[in-house]
């Protein structure tokens, strides 16, 4: 790593921790969740990033219409179900918000997309470990400790498919497909009640 990549690794690290330390939770197991992150940073100063093994931090966002009522979502190659926009964390990425934001736009082709934020600073909505093969189909499962957020999509959007999805469709808040889990839909129902 050269001197600059290495300084905004460390830049990320500590707006991570930054992020994570600011946000209150209301529930309970959110705030377990909360803890668990801020503890795995203080032991891993490489935790955000995908050679971090067995768990790394993740950003996503749920891209929402919040005046179509509706939140885009993405058929993923490797899961084959239908998630929000998100991924691993990039040397170029200067905060968690702006990694989320990153790809939720690659992802869905929309380049007006803006986090939601509370005064003025974007800010997680939830959080959601979960277990993938994100090194290879022939590797040990690694733990996902993905950050999301909410981006909002200007009226009308127009989604544009990325390579890395097998389909990207618009889904009414009432009628998210059935190949979605349990974390998908609390998210976008969380994305539905914060943006009315």
Avoid at 18 to 34: K, V
Avoid at 72 to 98: F, I, N, Y
Avoid at 156 to 184: H, K, M, N
């Amino acid at each position: 790593m050269t001197a600059t990549e290495t300084d905004r690794a460390g830049a990320l690290h500590a707006d991570a921790v930054r992020a994570l330390g600011d946000w209150r939770p209301a529930e309970p197991e959110q705030e377990q969740l909360r803890l668990a992150y801020l503890r795995h940073l203080a032991e891993q100063p490489d935790g955000l990033y995908r050679s971090c093994l067995p768990a790394h931090v993740t950003a996503s966002a749920a891209v929402v219409d919040p005046a179509a009522g509706r939140v885009l979502l993405t058929l993923h190659p490797k899961v084959g179900r239908w998630l929000q926009m998100g991924g691993h964390c990039e040397p170029g990425d200067r905060d968690l918000a702006s990694a989320a934001l990153r790809e939720a736009t690659e992802e869905s082709g929309i380049p007006d997309l803006v986090l939601l934020a509370r005064d003025g600073a974007p800010v997680p909505v939830k959080l959601d470990r979960h277990q993938v093969r994100c090194t290879g189909k022939d590797r040990p499962e690694n733990t996902h400790l993905d950050v999301q957020y909410i981006a909002l999509a200007p009226p009308g959007a127009q989604a544009l498919i990325s390579e890395e999805s097998l389909d990207l469709r618009w889904f009414d808040y009432d009628r998210l497909p059935e190949l979605t889990d349990q974390s998908v839909r609390d998210l976008v129902a969380r994305a539905r009640e914060l943006t009315g």
